[in-house]
């Protein structure tokens, strides 16, 4: 499940905190890595201003809040592999992010981690509106755990 050898994809640094990105319209899910980038934890859903220089900022205070060296931003493809509409604007938002923050930008195959993020959160047998608010966040988990597998 893996988008290998992607051009838009720059170079991570193997040691440092990781910051995994869940793209949605309105609503980011937020993981984050060991600094030895072995194990992804859910850290937030992250509801979007719609102001660039306020999300910015947002981001920029994760990234200082936990030393994150760059960010693995999921992208979701169909279940071919072809690219989708939402695709491109996760690889616009990973431009952005990139911009944004100065830092390292790649992105992961992200087709059906919300569908497993899912079918984890209805294991635990939680209510709807606690489903909602968790599932961006462990979907994020899920693409960072994946990249951080991918060897």
């Not at 859903?45 to 719609?50: A, D, K, L």
């Not at 910015?56 to 990234?63: D, K, S, T, V």
């Not at 760059?70 to 992208?75: N, S, T």
């Not at 635990?124 to 899920?142: E, G, W």
């Given at each position: 499940?893996?988008?290998?050898?992607?051009?838009?994809?720059?170079l991570?640094?193997?040691?440092?905190?990781?910051?995994?990105?869940d793209?949605?319209?309105?609503?980011?899910?937020?993981?984050v890595?060991?600094?030895?980038?072995?194990?992804?934890?859910?850290?937030?859903?992250?509801?979007?201003?719609?102001?660039?220089?306020?999300d910015?900022?947002?981001?920029?205070?994760?990234?200082a809040?936990?030393?994150?060296v760059?960010?693995?931003?999921?992208?979701p493809?169909?279940?071919?592999?072809t690219?989708?509409?939402?695709?491109?604007e996760?690889?616009a938002?990973?431009?952005w992010?990139?911009?944004?923050?100065?830092?390292?930008?790649?992105?992961?195959?992200?087709?059906y981690?919300?569908r497993?993020?899912?079918?984890?959160?209805?294991d635990?047998?939680?209510?709807?509106?606690?489903?909602?608010?968790?599932?961006?966040?462990?979907?994020?988990?899920?693409i960072?755990?994946?990249y951080?597998?991918?060897?």
């Open positions: 499940m893996t988008v290998t050898s992607d051009p838009t994809d720059d991570l640094p193997s040691e440092g905190a990781l910051l995994g990105l793209y949605g319209r309105r609503r980011i899910g937020v993981a890595s060991t600094p030895e980038q072995s194990l992804a934890v859910p850290l937030e859903t992250w509801e979007r201003s719609g102001d660039d220089n306020q910015a900022g947002h981001l920029e205070a994760l990234i809040d936990q030393q994150v760059a960010l693995v931003i999921g992208l493809l169909h279940a071919d592999g690219i989708s509409e939402l695709s491109q996760a690889r938002f990973g431009d992010v990139r911009q944004a923050t100065g830092k390292p930008v790649a992105f992961w195959d992200e087709r981690t919300t497993q993020a899912e079918s984890v959160l209805l635990l047998d939680m209510t709807r509106k606690k489903r909602k608010a968790r599932l961006d966040m462990l979907a994020a988990q899920l960072l755990q994946g951080l597998d991918r060897d």
